[in-house]
């Protein structure tokens, strides 16, 4: 594998992901790093966040239907996605290693990991729909 170098893009990619906490896209990613960083470019940003993610630095939340978000958090770990507003938070629990291995005895494939994304609604909008006065249910 190609070695990384040490560059102060990669440094303030990194640093400002450790700072955001609520698993953002690629794009979120860039917005806050022009901040401090005006001249670094959006195609600079992503391949950082991908060397870091193949590296085990960061952890990348394979989304279905949506962009991928990132996570400082790099240890394997599951996720929840709202439905309705699209927050993506973390779930306590532990990894199941032997999920992937019963999953493997039962295909044809040598698998080398496996990402689960649950979804539902996140507690912020179940109040929303219980305060909406139009709500019928």
Not at 58 to 85: L, T
Not at 86 to 94: C, K, L, N, P, Q
Request: glycine share 2%.
């Amino acid at each position: 594998m190609k070695e990384i170098r040490n560059t102060f893009q990669k440094t303030a990619v990194y640093e400002t992901l450790q700072t955001m906490h609520d698993h953002p896209t690629a794009d979120k990613v860039f917005e806050e790093v022009r901040k401090q960083h005006p001249n670094i470019s959006r195609s600079t940003v992503y391949r950082i966040l991908n060397q870091l993610s193949d590296r085990g630095m960061i952890y990348k939340v394979a989304m279905p239907s949506v962009a991928d978000r990132y996570d400082f958090h790099a240890q394997p770990h599951y996720h929840v996605h709202c439905i309705q507003c699209g927050a993506v938070g973390d779930i306590d629990m532990d990894w199941q290693s032997d999920l992937q291995e019963k999953a493997q005895q039962r295909s044809e494939y040598y698998l080398t990991s496996h990402s689960i994304v649950f979804e539902g609604v996140c507690p912020t909008c179940q109040k929303k729909v219980m305060h909406n006065p139009f709500n019928q249910a």
